[in-house]
């Protein structure tokens, strides 16, 4: 999108991830060649957001081939490694599911080796024609218009293309029908105010960054025309699982009559997750909420509350921007009839 990429694989070698943790400062790219070098990223958010933890996944499976051999075992066992490190993303399992069928399909093992770094390369370049549909079924969406506000990182960043939400916000912002940009901080790890600030000026796009709890007051003060947000698992009955803090925007808009909508690719929807109350939320050191990097702030010893996700519940959804159009309430037979077509 604008010159830099989350992600670069190097088949037959490894990948390089840009480390999220330094930006905006610094844009450093790390080179991975382990499984376990994978994992540590993946679990320091050196790479995340939902998507492109899917397709960091595929890679780090391509990569347990280069590493440890493709066989069936040791397969298995990178899955297992990699899939314990976020929980709540559900792009992540699923992509590493993909990536063992395609092994599974391919003879011996120079075949499984080259059928992984293809499917890493596959989910790659999917998730970018993902994205690019789904901003433009997106920009169209009742109330986008004037100024929105968007919570945690949903750009390029967060997918390996364009983004979710933030293409949306992009797309509307490109046809002229936004004018501005809201992005909460997004505590404890400032997703927010690191990366959708970087990103939205890469963008050109007008954006005003605001403390995580203004939000409730500026939504009641009528300047957010409607909120958009990505998400990191969409259970069955339209309920979904996005960074801390979504909740209580979309519960603050509904009392304001402002629309809040997720955008997520298909490989967000977990059609075998009933409902939200089974979405499995990560939880978080006490080290991220009593103070940021080696800066401590709180007392130690104290109890910390932090998880990293909660759940929308799908009546405080007015739409569901995916590749495949806007799904609207009710969203379970919207959400069966579109997972079903997608196998
Ligand atoms: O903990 P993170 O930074 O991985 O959380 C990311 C989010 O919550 C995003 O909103 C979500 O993954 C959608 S990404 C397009």
């Not at 390996?160 to 936004?178: D, K, M, N, S, Y």
């Not at 075998?272 to 978080?284: H, L, M, V, Y």
């Amino acid at each position: 999108m604008s010159g830099y990429t989350p992600i670069r694989i190097l088949p037959g070698e490894g990948i390089e991830v840009l480390d999220q943790t330094l930006l905006p400062h610094e844009e450093r790219y790390l080179r991975l060649k382990t499984v376990a070098a994978v994992a540590e990223a993946i679990r320091a958010l050196r790479v995340r957001g939902a998507p492109l933890l899917g397709v960091t996944g595929a890679c780090g499976m391509a990569i347990a081939g280069q590493e440890h051999g493709a066989g069936p075992e040791t397969l298995a066992q990178a899955a297992a490694e990699l899939k314990a490190t976020r929980p709540t993303a559900v792009d992540l399992g699923a992509m590493i599911n993909e990536a063992l069928a395609a092994a599974g399909e391919a003879g011996g093992e120079a075949e499984r080796r080259a059928a992984l770094w293809g499917f890493a390369e596959r989910a790659l370049a999917r998730q970018r024609e993902r994205d690019a549909a789904l901003a433009r079924h997106g920009r169209e969406l009742p109330g986008l218009e004037g100024a929105v506000l968007t919570h945690c990182n949903t750009g390029g960043l967060a997918t390996g293309g364009e983004g979710t939400a933030l293409a949306v916000i992009a797309e509307a912002w490109r046809v002229g029908r936004i004018e501005r940009c809201y992005a909460t901080e997004t505590r404890p790890l400032l997703q927010g105010a690191r990366l959708t600030m970087w990103e939205l000026g890469a963008l050109g796009i007008p954006g005003t960054l605001l403390p995580d709890t203004a939000a409730a007051s500026l939504i009641a003060s009528g300047q957010v025309s409607a909120i958009i947000t990505g998400a990191d698992r969409i259970a069955a009955n339209g309920d979904g699982a996005n960074k801390v803090g979504t909740y209580g925007l979309a519960a603050v808009a509904a009392r304001h009559g402002v629309p809040f909508y997720l955008a997520a690719p298909l490989s967000t929807f977990d059609r075998n997750t009933p409902s939200g109350d089974a979405i499995p939320i990560e939880f978080r050191g006490e080290d991220e909420v009593g103070g940021f990097g080696d800066d401590r702030w709180s007392p130690d010893g104290g109890g910390v509350y932090n998880p990293a996700f909660d759940v929308t519940p799908a009546e405080l959804i007015a739409g569901i921007v995916c590749e495949s159009g806007v799904l609207r309430p009710p969203y379970g037979p919207a959400i069966a009839a579109l997972t079903a077509r997608n196998g």
